[in-house]
Structures are given as structure tokens and as C-alpha cells.
T-cell receptor, first 114, second 115 residues
């Protein structure tokens, strides 16, 4: 199973809402990533979890709160977002140890903040 | 500093034409990795290839081929006999062996293949 799944596929939320994005992989990967991608731009790294611990936070505003409950799951909790946070949010995973491996990406969640 | 440049913003071809997507990178690292990803309209980034800086051999996979030239810091991607299904945005990316979690992406090239 070489698949990263993300739910929901689409999400519309108001600026006062609290919502969560979910990512799951069953490839035994121990590194998981959140990216944000605006239209016609490359993905931008937000967070990296390595062995379920947050290892990289690319100075992301605190209204985005990541969580890694176990080695297969990655969540992104959203609160008090702004309209400019509307984007495609991509999750990725990668194996640890051995030679460098590529990141496998999920299909993304298209988020619209009203 | 690390940087990836994909100078071609958009390319349009007719089916069965060959097309080459250019990628030029900058890095001070002596060892690094280069990647190509495809992003169809559905949004998912699909991994195509990883190349170690030690390995300058060109690679062919079906209709896809990659030309890695360290002397010119380029890692170009050629699609032979393009098909409509090749229509997508293609990203070239670079990572250092010292920080393999960070992918430095180019701005992408949008390829449109018309029937």
C-alpha cells in the first residue's frame, strides 16, 4: 500500500470555525509533512514530524496546530483562519533510515476560508 | 543558498510531440538529491524520479527520460511522444543530504498536451 490518504477532500469554513484536516499512511513511514500550496505556486513546507515528534515548524502562525497521534496519523487543527489561508493543504510521508527516499504525497484538502 | 529554476512557465504541444522540461539548480552542497514530481489537475503530487548527485547516469522509464548534467547544474526531463494524460504541472525539486526533509521546489512548468 503506497498511498497517503487525506480527509476531507474539500472544506469550507468561516473565520470563527474550528476544523481539522486528517492524513493517514500505512507504509510504515516515520516522517510526515504538511504543506500549503496556493494556486500556481509550488508547495510550501509547514511542519515535519519525525518519529511522532515535531522536528520542523516553518514559522507557521499558531492558528495552525499540528498533531501526530501515532506513526500512521497526522492532523492539522485549524482555528480562526483568515481568507488568505485558503489553499490546497498537502500531506506527505517518507521512510526513515537507509538511503534517502522520496516523499509520497496525498491528494490534498482544498480549503476555503470565508 | 539553494534554488531551483524552471524557466518555462507553460508549454503547449500537440499529442505525439516530444517535449523537454528544463530544470536548473543552485547549491553549495557537495552531495544532494534531485526530484521530479507531476501534479495533475486532481492536485496530488506524483513522484517521478529521484537522482543522487553522485549518479550522473541518464535514466529512461518508458516515454520519460532524464538528463542530469552536473557541469551545467541541470536536470532536464523529456517526454517522448506526449499524450493528453501528460498534461499537468511538473515540479523539479532539490534536497540537501544534510537536511533531507526540506524539498526546495522550482516554480513548476505547466504542460498542456492537445489532441
Amino acid at each position: 500500500d503506497t498511498e497517503v490518504t487525506q480527509t476531507p477532500k474539500h472544506l469550507v469554513m468561516g473565520m470563527t470555525n474550528k476544523k481539522s484536516l486528517k492524513c493517514e499512511q500505512h507504509m510504515g513511514h516515520r516522517a510526515m509533512y504538511w504543506y500549503k500550496q496556493k494556486a500556481k505556486k509550488p508547495p510550501e513546507l509547514m511542519f515535519v514530524y519525525s518519529y511522532e515528534k515535531l522536528s520542523i515548524n516553518e514559522s507557521v502562525p499558531s492558528r495552525f496546530s499540528p498533531e501526530c497521534p501515532n506513526s500512521s496519523l497526522l492532523n492539522l487543527h485549524l482555528h480562526a483562519l483568515q481568507p488568505e489561508d485558503s489553499a490546497l493543504y498537502l500531506c506527505a510521508s517518507r521512510g526513515r533510515g537507509g538511503p534517502v527516499n522520496e516523499q509520497f504525497f496525498g491528494p490534498g484538502t482544498r480549503l476555503t476560508v470565508l | 543558498a539553494q534554488k531551483v529554476t524552471q524557466a518555462q512557465t507553460e508549454i503547449s504541444v500537440v499529442e505525439k510531440e516530444d517535449v523537454t522540461l528544463d530544470c536548473v539548480y543552485e547549491t553549495r552542497d557537495t552531495t544532494y538529491y534531485l526530484f521530479w514530481y507531476k501534479q495533475p489537475p486532481s492536485g496530488e503530487l506524483v513522484f517521478l524520479i529521484r537522482r543522487n548527485s553522485f549518479d550522473e547516469q541518464n535514466e529512461i522509464s518508458g516515454r520519460y527520460s532524464w538528463n542530469f548534467q552536473k557541469s551545467t547544474s541541470s536536470f532536464n526531463f523529456t517526454i517522448t511522444a506526449s499524450q493528453v494524460v501528460d498534461s499537468a504541472v511538473y515540479f523539479c525539486a532539490l534536497s540537501s543530504t544534510y537536511n533531507t526533509d526540506k524539498l526546495i521546489f522550482g516554480t513548476g512548468t505547466r504542460l498542456q498536451v492537445f489532441p
